[in-house]
């Protein structure tokens, strides 16, 4: 089963990665954005890249207004008014055919779009979706109005959410943590681990301990943190939390080890 038009969104600033996404590579020497046109060109009659046109990629693009996700969006849509899209972002490498090819065939087309329910959190996943035209005129009105989230917008929007057959697969790569967790799963790395986690401030209040001896197999903080994230429900992001091992303050990317003792302390208020 094919879709008519896929987008490849490669023009994010890769900002917390500090080196271009798309041209990272964690197989076959393939950079991603090679990598996922390929996959979406068996399955898509086009294929465009979506970026600003500041580097040359030799590949079919859509220029990217270069104001986020959705903008970018926008600009596909605008080329291709009477096509849905398969939009699918370049920081995932996990994503494979098989699971692209159960969007596909799970779209709904009389729905605003269809996309994957997240792993984490429940909501959906906007940048591995259909969308379809009817959501065109929405998409345009939210950027007109200075909203410019397409998490929300699926949400406001008739979309049918579809449950992942692999929960890993839309791992994001967005650091360095991030790329150390991908490659435990692609090398088949990932082993248990018992540590100790201790809490403080309103991650005591969540989860209703100050401390809990927990089983993981991720292999970083950042790892941990987003398990404990989709268990617990915590509202915080990484970068609004400091991180301690072992009584000393560390990086998100620190290997962890067995028996470490893990802090996550979230901002406290006062003032």
């Known amino acids: 089963m094919k879709i008519e038009t896929s987008i490849l969104l490669v023009g994010g600033k890769s900002t917390r990665m500090g080196q271009d996404k798309a041209f990272l590579t964690y197989r ?33 693009f859509i220029a990217d207004p270069a104001n986020g996700p959705l903008a970018a969006i926008n600009a596909a849509a605008e080329e291709n008014e009477e096509s849905p899209l398969l939009v699918v972002a370049c920081d995932l490498p996990l994503l ?27 909501r959906p996943e906007p940048l591995c979706a259909i969308y379809e035209p009817s959501i065109f005129p929405k998409i345009k009105a939210a950027i007109e109005d200075k909203h410019f989230c397409p998490r929300n917008l699926l949400e406001e929007c008739n979309t049918k959410l579809v449950d992942l057959i692999r929960p890993h697969a839309l791992m994001n790569a967005n650091s360095p943590a991030d790329t150390l967790e991908i490659r435990s799963f692609l090398e088949d790395a990932r082993t248990s681990k018992s540590i100790e986690l201790r809490y403080f401030a309103q991650l005591k209040e969540i989860t209703g301990t100050d401390s809990e001896p927990y089983q993981t197999e991720s292999v970083t903080p950042s790892g941990l943190y987003e398990e404990l994230k989709a268990k617990y429900h915590f509202p915080h992001k990484q ?33």
């Open 28 to 60: 076959n020497n393939t950079p991603e954005y090679l990598r996922l046109y390929e996959i979406l060109h068996k399955l898509s009659d086009h294929v465009y890249l979506s970026h600003p046109g500041t580097i040359d990629y030799g590949l079919p």
């Open 96 to 122: 494979e055919w098989e699971t692209l090819e159960h969007l596909i065939r799970e779209r709904d087309p009389s729905a605003d779009a269809t996309a994957y329910r997240s792993s984490i959190d429940g």
């Open 239 to 271: 970068k609004q939390l400091m991180l301690a091992i072992n009584g000393d303050f560390a990086d998100w990317a620190t290997p962890l080890q067995e028996g470490d003792e893990v802090v996550f302390i979230p901002p406290v208020a006062g003032g």
